[in-house]
């Protein structure tokens, strides 16, 4: 919008008569506004002495906010012409001050007079009171839509009223009468179009060869390289042919044969500064010695603007063409007719004519157009013999990372920012460029260090202000009934259905919505998609952008609402599929109440809408958990409690399952967060049954941190009593879950399997995946650490795998057992793979912590198989990954300082090994001693390294767990060794070989029998 004002009007007034003065401000009035709608703009209001004009209202064009500098700067050459004569008349002066700022304003559809204007208004109104008289300030969101067309100097940062950040401003010196407000770059290399290349060639060679005209279009999306295109194909041309360009204007006055006269003044060699006599001559000369050359010349002057005398059609049509096959029977000619969807009827008229009749010379004529040609010219070229057309299809994925890398030059870009790019552009392109600027711009994209890298969230890449205007203008040149009607597919989503798009249009609408969206489809705006409901129809948005662009043109109250409705359609429609689309559902309705609550709107329906929003969100979420879906259920609980009243029962139970997501992905303060708030408000319903929910949430956290076994046994009988008495199979579940983890962690590994089989009886009947796999993952630990000889642990978990084929997380916790126990039989490549598919499942699930606590497993292979630098690596990564996640699970340290000690790094190995020890974790704990124990004894504290050892022994010989009472042994035989008391290391070593052979874990057998072999050798 531009905001002008008159400056010291009231000097004015005292020098002047009242009835002078108003003539003279009416005249000034006059002018002004004779300037800004010839550029486009429509007067707003005055407001005193000030004019208020508005650009894209009610027409929106890819270009307003140029429109608008050009016609601000050629009001201040207006108003010195007016002063000019006010001098002479009446002596006095006029001075106004002006502002050009561009932004958002909400327009009522219903009244496209009186526009809602928001803040954009007011920065303009305080911008155009900031400027000194004569001035024009450009606000920051103008300028960087014009720039390219402007010459400026910075004039802020402004502090304006009511602005708590200061304001950039630009102050305006020239603007060129021409050319784009952000010129397109041409300097990138280009990329792919091999294809389309060759086509041009062909067709060029063609012309050339058979001696006659054709006419070839591209057609094509904005910015998706037309152009472009063009420039390459022209490049080549060098030395081939003669070539001559014209382009079509979006806007302004007499510019049916613009494009023409640019070809015709390129042919001639006239230059801007010609007279009207001089270009005459010009094309005479052109011409040489034809017979006709002054009737064409002649007639070519209507062409060229040299004369007001309008002249029939068909003579200026003959004249150009005899113009054009006298050139061309000296050589080839190319013509290149850019952006003919903004020609004028006669201009196409005059292309079709020239490609129709020109026969026996060579000339190509090559047109570019957007592909509302062909809603303007549905016949275009047809009835052409040799007329063709080259759709251009966005660019393939590796051509825009190909466009990105070229962009953005040497410096490399995370692999990850690249896709989000891509993604967002899909292949346009223009669309490239400029979210790489405005990402640049914004500060988003930074350079560090010779690469890029992303400062902030790129998670989603919103419209750079160009591309908003360019679609916009699009969108806007449908009728109000096609904008309705993709206005209301955006609310759906980049996927749409006929009938929602129906059934959300008004009954009188709704038997027109078929034939809108074919026009939409002609327009290239949509495109028909396979659809997923059978006997309906199904559409996509050919550009994610485009829906972005209709849906930012609807109002918050009809979103609100439409949102709303569509929720209610695909509830109808997928009824007997509805879990499918509960999150989409979910989605739908959680955004109508955010908008309602936006809107203050919130009423009666707001806690409804809320409270179906939440169910939907919360069902969606409890499955992606059940599927151990990590990243998805934190997503969707989380939502789903956002909208749920605290207090509400069903809440308290939402947030214990957000709360054991949570803990799997590794945020557990947040974790620790939600689960007191479902205590406090479990507390305060006195419900029991939800406390003992809040409880089992409770071990969740507390699991990774060294519980108490004896503890965890009691509150899971505890709370299997609260829930049998509710007959709640899930709260079971959970409850005998943690008697069997309890047990597992007291090393009794019979009583644990009998728990775990009472949890995954109450899991299947809750219908609950997630807690049988968690019972399955203790069970797998259980089986490779208890007394089950290794073959027979083996094909107990091969017989789980059996009954779980095809659930991968089950598959995940069974190789875990697996890969210990095939690594203890030396079956090395067997285990490696086995752990790489284990900790790749847990990857793709999300279980972020589990897949730390992993690395322990994959290490125990390499371990085995003698790569300690390799086990080392391992488990140091996951351990940084727990520290990150602020996780205090003991779990890997006692084995990293096995490792440790084991390739020799022994005081390396001492500080993971006090953490174990530490930890209180009893499993972790005697392991750890008995890694410390041989540290202390190489420090030569004998008494402190026998003691470790012999507790760790004793705690061992507690759990029927035989690998560990094997390795407590070892430890206790080295110790003595290395105190030198090697007589009574034997028996140790004696004890280990034993209890490893009964486990059946060769690897270690062999290692102790060694020892032994050592000994006496
Ligand atoms: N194949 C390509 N390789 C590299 N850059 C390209 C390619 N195609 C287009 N570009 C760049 O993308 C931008 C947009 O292209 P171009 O101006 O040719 O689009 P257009 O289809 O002519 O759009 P419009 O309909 O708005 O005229 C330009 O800066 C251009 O240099
Ligand atoms: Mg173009």
């Given at each position: 919008m531009v905001f002008t004002d008159v400056v010291g009007s009231t000097s004015l007034g005292e020098k002047l008569d009242p009835e002078i003065l108003r003539r003279v401000m009416n005249e000034y009035f006059d002018r002004m506004r004779a300037v800004l709608e010839r550029h486009g703009g429509t007067v707003e209001k005055y407001i005193g002495d000030a004019i208020v004009a508005m650009f894209g209202i009610p027409e929106v064009h890819e270009d307003d906010a140029l429109r608008a500098v050009r016609a601000a700067h050629e009001m201040r050459t207006a108003l010195e012409e007016l002063n000019r004569e006010l001098k002479d008349r009446q002596g006095v002066r006029i001075e106004a001050r002006t502002a050009v700022n561009t932004g958002e304003v909400l327009a009522e559809d219903t009244r496209p007079d009186a526009p809602l204007t928001a803040d954009a208004a007011n920065t303009a109104a305080r911008l155009e009171q900031a400027a000194s008289p004569g001035e024009v300030l450009l606000g920051d969101s103008t300028y960087r839509l014009v720039r390219d067309a402007v010459t400026v100097e910075p004039a802020g940062p402004l502090d304006l009223k009511g602005k708590a950040e200061p304001v950039p401003a630009w102050r305006l010196l020239e603007v060129s009468p021409e050319g784009p407000g952000i010129a397109r770059s041409l300097d990138s290399p280009i990329v792919g179009r091999d294809r389309e290349l060759a086509l041009l060639r062909q067709a060029f060679d063609r012309a050339a060869a058979e001696r006659a005209c054709r006419l070839v279009t591209v057609l094509g999306a904005p910015g998706v390289g037309k152009t472009r295109l063009a420039a390459e194909f022209v490049a080549w041309l060098e030395g081939r042919a003669t070539v001559l360009r014209g382009r079509c204007l979006a806007y302004g006055e007499g510019i049916t044969y613009w494009p023409v006269a640019e070809v015709v003044r390129e042919a001639a060699g006239i230059a801007e500064s010609d007279g009207p006599d001089q270009a005459t001559a010009k094309i005479t000369a052109l011409l040489g010695g034809?017979?006709?050359?002054?009737?064409i010349a002649g007639r070519l002057r209507t062409v060229l603007g040299l004369t007001d005398t309008p002249a029939p059609a068909q003579e200026t049509f003959w004249a150009a063409r005899r113009l054009l096959e006298a050139l061309a029977e000296r050589g080839p000619v190319a013509i290149v007719f850019d952006d003919i969807h903004w020609g004028e009827a006669t201009f196409l008229d005059l292309v079709e004519y020239l490609a129709g009749w020109s026969t026996v010379v060579p000339i190509l004529l090559l047109c570019l157009a957007r592909p509302e040609l062909v809603e303007a010219r549905p016949g275009w070229g047809a009835g052409l013999p040799d007329a063709a057309t080259i759709r251009l299809e966005p660019l393939t994925e590796e051509d825009s990372e190909r466009l990105i890398d070229n962009l953005l030059g040497p410096a490399p870009l995370d692999e990850e920012v690249r896709a989000r790019i891509r993604q967002a552009a899909e292949g346009n392109p223009l669309f490239v460029e400029e979210i790489l600027r405005m990402l640049v711009d914004d500060g988003v994209l930074r350079r560090d260090d010779g690469r890029w890298i992303a400062a902030g969230e790129l998670s989603s890449i919103a419209i750079p202000p160009t591309i908003h205007a360019l679609l916009t203008a699009r969108?806007?040149?449908?009728?109000?009934?096609?904008?309705?009607?993709?206005?209301?597919?955006?609310?759906?989503?980049?996927?749409?259905?006929?009938?929602?798009?129906?059934?959300?249009?008004?009954?009188?609408?709704?038997?027109?919505?078929?034939?809108?969206?074919?026009?939409?489809?002609?327009?290239?705006?949509?495109?028909?998609?396979?659809?997923?409901f059978a006997g309906e129809d199904a559409f996509r948005f050919s550009h994610i952008l485009i829906r972005d662009a209709a849906y930012a043109g609807t109002t918050k109250e009809a979103r609100a609402e439409l949102h709303e409705r569509f929720a209610d359609w695909l509830e109808r429609r997928a009824a007997d599929r509805l879990t499918e689309y509960e999150e989409i559902v979910g989605y739908h309705l959680e955004q109508a109440h955010r908008y309602r609550v936006d809107l203050g709107l919130d009423g009666e329906a707001g806690p409804r809408l809320a409270r179906r929003a939440a169910e939907r969100l919360a069902a969606a979420g409890e499955r992606?958990?059940?599927?151990?879906?990590?990243?998805?259920?934190?997503?969707?609980?989380?939502?789903?409690?956002?909208?749920?009243?605290?207090?509400?029962?069903?809440r308290v139970e939402v947030v214990v399952?957000?709360?054991?997501?949570?803990?799997?992905?590794?945020?557990?303060?947040?974790?620790?967060?939600?689960l007191g708030e479902a205590a406090h408000d479990s507390d305060a319903l006195a419900d029991?049954?939800?406390?003992?929910?809040?409880?089992?949430?409770?071990?969740?956290?507390?699991?990774?941190?060294?519980?108490?076994?004896?503890?965890?046994?009691?509150?899971?009988?505890?709370?299997?009593?609260?829930?049998?008495?509710?007959?709640?199979?899930?709260?079971?579940?959970?409850?005998?879950?943690l008697v069997g983890a309890a047990r597992w962690w007291a090393g009794r590994a019979g009583a644990a399997e009998e728990a775990l089989e009472r949890a995954r009886q109450h899991a299947r009947a809750a219908g609950d995946p997630n807690v049988e796999a968690d019972t399955l993952l203790t069970l797998s630990a259980v089986l490779a650490q208890g007394p089950r000889p290794v073959e027979e642990a083996a094909s107990l978990a091969e017989a789980i795998l059996d009954e779980y084929a095809g659930n991968r997380t089950v598959e995940a916790y069974m190789y875990h057992a697996l890969a210990h126990l095939r690594s203890w039989q030396g079956r090395f490549d067997e285990a490696r793979a086995l752990a790489r598919r284990y900790r790749g499942i847990l990857r793709d699930n999300g279980q972020e912590a589990s897949w730390a606590d992993s690395s322990e497993c994959a290490a125990d292979v390499e371990v085995m198989a003698g790569d300690l630098e390799e086990a080392v690596r391992l488990m140091t990564e996951g351990q940084q990954r727990f520290e990150e996640m602020g996780i205090s699970d003991p779990t890997i340290l006692p084995f990293l300082a096995y490792a440790l000690y084991l390739a020799g790094r022994w005081k390396e190995a001492e500080d993971p090994a006090v953490r174990a020890v530490e930890s209180g974790q009893p499993l972790w704990r005697l392991l750890a001693q008995t890694v410390l124990a041989r540290v202390r004894a190489r420090q030569g504290r004998a008494e402190e390294a026998e003691a470790l050892a012999r507790e760790a022994?004793?705690?061992a010989g507690r759990t029927d767990y035989l690998v560990f009472q094997g390795r407590t042994a070892v430890g206790m035989a080295e110790v003595l060794q290395i105190l030198g008391r090697e007589a009574e290391a034997a028996p140790f070593l004696e004890e280990a070989v034993r209890v490893f052979e009964q486990k059946g874990a060769t690897v270690w057998a062999d290692l102790a029998r060694s020892r032994l072999g050592g000994m006496h050798g």
């Open positions: 034809h017979e006709d050359a002054d009737t969108l806007e040149r449908l009728s109000r009934e096609e904008r309705a009607v993709i206005q209301r597919a955006s609310v759906v989503g980049k996927v749409f259905w006929w009938g929602a798009v129906a059934d959300l249009s008004p009954a009188p609408e709704q038997a027109t919505v078929g034939g809108h969206l074919q026009a939409l489809v002609r327009r290239e705006l949509v495109r028909p998609e396979r659809s997923r992606a958990l059940a599927r151990i879906d990590i990243h998805a259920a934190i997503n969707l609980l989380s939502r789903a409690t956002a909208l749920m009243e605290r207090g509400d029962p069903r399952d957000l709360v054991e997501a949570l803990v799997e992905g590794g945020l557990v303060d947040r974790a620790r967060e939600m029991d049954r939800l406390r003992a929910h809040v409880l089992m949430g409770e071990w969740h956290i507390r699991a990774s941190e060294g519980p108490s076994e004896l503890e965890g046994e009691q509150d899971g009988f505890r709370a299997a009593e609260v829930f049998g008495k509710h007959g709640d199979d899930r709260g079971l579940a959970r409850a005998w879950a022994i004793e705690a």
